[in-house]
């Protein structure tokens, strides 16, 4: 709402005055707020009169996709005969005896997608073609094609597939998804409940949403998106593609107004890697990382709870041979904020293997920046050497702790790698058992330094007394997981 400043009357006496406004006739009030109206409505989109325009323009790049399965028969019915029963094999062998026992079938799923080239690679969801031995791309005007599996990103549910064609195809452009603002309009076109091709339009009602995955970047939507809407576009009012329908939240199963679609920075440059190579080559920086909370950015002197904090670095790794450091919190990523520890990721996926980026963190209290060379991601990342515990004492902050050295780890069968102070007693009226430190549990850094004495632990405590703070920072392992704890010093 717009408000035209109110003229000031003169103060009562022992107040402060304010200086009067001169007065100015009615319409010299109005007119420049007339102005300042319209030029506020220029800037706003309206909502449209129409999108038909907008349907004619991307509805022929727009596919149903049909896949077809074959499933083998059951010899014996599931849920009728349990398997391992004797029963099992008297079903098996009946049916092989009977010569009108019915062979394999095929099973069909319905889904949606887009072309994003005229030679004909199209994009969907990786759950709409998955186990399919045929999948079959139908256009607008009724033409059909069959598809090929160009390459699947199982971890954004992405598939590119590509058809062959003497014509050059209508086709869609991706737009860029930071651009789309909650309350934006956009259209999303489709096969729902395989009826067809459909639209249906409504708002962006809420952006960064994440649902399962370490890269999920998803836009939501109360555009109608149902079964069948998998894969297909959702459009902004330019007519690019800033998402892929690709799921719904519904007690259901139909639209109740809560759609996602991938973001289509996100897809984009999978889109590219699975056309140029086959696969997706993500970025790798080799680290574990965690959330900073309000608690360890208070403990750590940091003015806000944000950016990465370490927790595990992969040896010989690219963080590894930068000078990445357990406990760095990295707070810049290639010149861009790094808001939380998902960010992080989403950043990291995106960028070029092999390529040097700058890597801020804050170490100390103080910024260092440093040159990383990303690797390749690697298919299956197993977690780092696991350190398991052992027993025997001295006492600190309500911790009983030992010393890990070789002894110890042949008498527990610890890997050469562990490391650090055994937790082999906790006071549980201490902050440390508040926090839950437990028996078992292996402490590898205090106050953002190494420590694997028990002289070292209190070196770390004492030099946080000195600075003034009544909190230290440790990093504590349990069955391998490393995770950041605050606890009280007394």
Do not use: C
């Not at 004909?120 to 045929?134: F, K, P, Q």
């Not at 149902?226 to 939240?249: C, H, K, Q, W, Y």
């Not at 990465?308 to 904020?337: R, W």
């Amino acid at each position: 709402m717009f408000h035209v400043p109110a003229i000031a009357s003169p103060a009562p006496k022992g107040q402060i005055s304010y200086k009067r406004v001169p007065k100015m006739p009615f319409l010299a009030l109005l007119i420049p707020l007339i102005f300042a109206l319209q030029s506020i409505s220029a800037t706003a989109r309206s909502a449209p009169e129409s999108f038909a325009d907008l349907v004619e323009l991307t509805s022929p790049s727009v596919v149903n996709i049909t896949t077809s399965t074959k499933v083998a028969e059951n010899m014996a019915p599931r849920g009728i005969v349990p398997e391992g029963s004797p029963f099992e094999d008297l079903f098996r062998d009946f049916n092989e005896r009977n010569p009108n026992r019915r062979g394999p079938r095929n099973t069909s799923a319905l889904g949606s997608g887009f072309v994003v080239s005229e030679d004909g690679y199209v994009v969907t969801n990786n759950h709409v073609i998955e186990g399919a031995d045929e999948i079959l791309v139908e256009f607008p005007d009724l033409s059909e094609y069959s598809a090929k599996v160009v390459g699947i990103d199982k971890n954004i549910d992405i598939a590119l597939l590509k058809i062959e064609t003497d014509e050059p195809l209508p086709f869609v452009k991706f737009g860029d998804s930071d651009l789309a603002r909650v309350g934006d309009w956009v259209m999303a076109i489709g096969n729902p409940l395989g009826q067809g091709f459909s639209v249906s339009a409504g708002i962006i009602s809420a952006r960064n949403r994440t649902l399962s995955g370490s890269y999920d970047d998803y836009i939501q939507t109360d555009a109608a998106i149902n079964r069948g809407n998998s894969g297909g576009p959702l459009f902004n009012m330019d007519g690019e593609v800033i998402g892929v329908n690709t799921a719904i939240l519904s007690p259901t199963g139909g639209s109740i107004g809560i759609g996602f679609s991938m973001s289509s920075n996100v897809v984009g440059p999978v889109v590219a890697q699975l056309k140029d190579f086959g696969e997706v080559r993500r970025g790798w920086l080799g680290v574990t990382i965690g959330p900073v909370t309000e608690e360890i950015a208070q403990t750590l002197g940091m003015d806000e709870a944000a950016g990465a904090i370490i927790s595990e670095i992969s040896s010989g790794g690219p963080a590894d041979a930068a000078g990445i450091e357990v406990a760095d919190v990295i707070i810049l990523f290639d010149g861009k904020d790094v808001a939380d520890a998902g960010e992080l990721v989403r950043l990291v996926g995106k960028a070029p293997v092999g390529s040097t980026v700058k890597v801020v963190v804050l170490r100390n209290g103080r910024r260092k920046t440093l040159d990383v060379v990303l690797g390749q991601r690697p298919e299956n990342i197993t977690s780092l050497p696991q350190e398991q515990p052992a027993p025997a004492p001295e006492g600190v902050v309500g911790l009983m702790l030992l010393e890990i050295d070789d002894a110890l780890r042949e008498e527990k069968s610890l890997p050469e790698t562990a490391k650090g102070l055994l937790v082999v007693g906790v006071d549980e009226s201490s902050d440390a058992y508040a926090k839950d430190i437990r028996e078992g549990d292996i402490i590898t850094d205090a106050g953002q330094e190494t420590v694997e004495t028990v002289e070292a632990f209190k070196a770390r405590l004492e030099a946080t007394k000195e600075a003034g703070r009544s909190t230290i920072l440790l990093l504590v392992r349990r069955d391998g997981q490393p995770r950041f704890v605050v606890v009280e010093i007394k």
